[in-house]
């Protein structure tokens, strides 16, 4: 694990696989830097020097307050600029990750060509984000209720039958998912907001080549988002790879990604 400072003083923990030009993965919700451990293998063995970080708020890194999108984005940037060895830099965001990394592209952070895996924008045919959602959600971290934020994120935003999650609460993981519940409003307001709109004017800013991912196991709502987003970016394409739901294997995705970020 390697540390930098954030332009607020916040300790970003992040790290380092391989040699080469500079991979960033930009993780979604109840993701840390750990999550992403063998995409950063995979994108190594391609050639290139891949880096997983905890955003604030998870992990090693440190979340000091009060909380804003703008902060992320610099906390990307002092993560770019410690890890760069040199040359073109490329970045993937997994999920509301991937909306951070459009709203970090949109201010100029520096990433040559960025990729992006099934952002939860919601169009047409996707299921409606719950009422008042990021008030929901403040109001379970204000009473410090982690236990129940998990559930309701389960329940009302993943869509997993109450039944599934009281078994899933029997889960070594359930903890793990508890103690990183409170960043799940930032993932919200990354994504915007209560409604998890579809940001057509911010991706039509994008001045980088992206490639939007999207899994054959995922739900068919998702996918749409996806082509809808290669087809928002001014340079955006879309592709659809052998997976599972909201997810890539790294064996599927990582080629994809280092045949993408070769082209330039």
Not at 25 to 48: I, K, Q, S
Request: proline residues 8%; negative net charge.
């Amino acid at each position: 694990m390697e540390r930098t400072t954030s332009a607020d003083g916040t300790a970003i923990a992040y790290d380092v696989t391989g040699e080469g030009p500079l991979v960033v993965v930009v993780g979604g919700a109840f993701n840390e830097r750990a999550t992403w451990t063998d995409l950063a293998e995979a994108l190594a063995a391609e050639g290139f020097t891949a880096v997983s970080y905890d955003r604030r708020g998870r992990g090693a890194s440190g979340d000091t307050e009060p909380y804003a999108v703008e902060r992320e984005i610099e906390d990307l940037a002092a993560v770019i600029a410690a890890a760069d060895p040199g040359g073109p830099v490329y970045a993937h965001g997994v999920s509301s990750g991937g909306a951070l990394l459009f709203r970090a592209l949109a201010a100029g952070v520096g990433v040559a060509r960025a990729s992006v895996l099934e952002v939860p924008y919601r169009i047409d045919g996707a299921p409606p984000a719950p009422d008042r959602y990021i008030e929901t959600l403040t109001s379970y971290v204000e009473a410090d209720d982690r236990d129940g934020l998990v559930e309701y994120f389960q329940t009302r935003v993943v869509g997993l039958p109450p039944h599934l999650v009281e078994q899933f609460k029997q889960d070594p993981m359930w903890p793990k998912l508890a103690a990183l519940a409170p960043t799940l409003v930032h993932d919200g307001h990354v994504l915007g907001g209560n409604d998890h709109s579809f940001p057509a004017e911010l991706l039509a800013s994008i001045r980088v080549p992206v490639l939007a991912v999207t899994s054959t196991g995922t739900m068919s709502w998702m996918g749409g988002t996806s082509e809808a987003v290669a087809a928002a970016v001014p340079d955006g394409r879309a592709v659809r790879l052998e997976g599972g739901f909201h997810q890539v294997p790294p064996p599927a995705l990582a080629p994809a990604l280092a045949a993408f970020y070769r082209e330039g």
